[in-house]
């Protein structure tokens, strides 16, 4: 699958130059894993709602593949700088 990102550049996840390809998931959803009482690290692996997210390599722009939609999140700034 290839994305255009805002920025210009295209995303594709077997091109590890242009798009960093992320696993995720929510927290309330590992807790809920967690007290389901997995026996094993397997059974856990398994139970875990994974996202999808990848990281533009140009602008830094984020596109989480939500439910049904696409959002994209763009950080504004560094919030400390090199002083």
């Not at 602008?59 to 950080?75: A, M, Q, S």
């Amino acid at each position: 699958m290839k994305i255009g990102c805002v920025c210009g550049n295209i995303l594709n996840d077997e091109n590890l130059e242009t798009t960093i390809p992320l696993t995720i998931f929510p927290s309330n959803d590992y807790y809920d894993v967690l007290e389901s009482n997995p026996k094993t690290v397997e059974e856990l692996v398994d139970k875990m709602p994974l996202g999808s997210m990848w990281e533009c390599g140009v602008c830094g722009r984020l596109y989480y593949f939500n439910t049904g939609k696409l959002d994209v999140y763009k950080l504004e700034k560094e919030i400390f700088d090199d002083e």
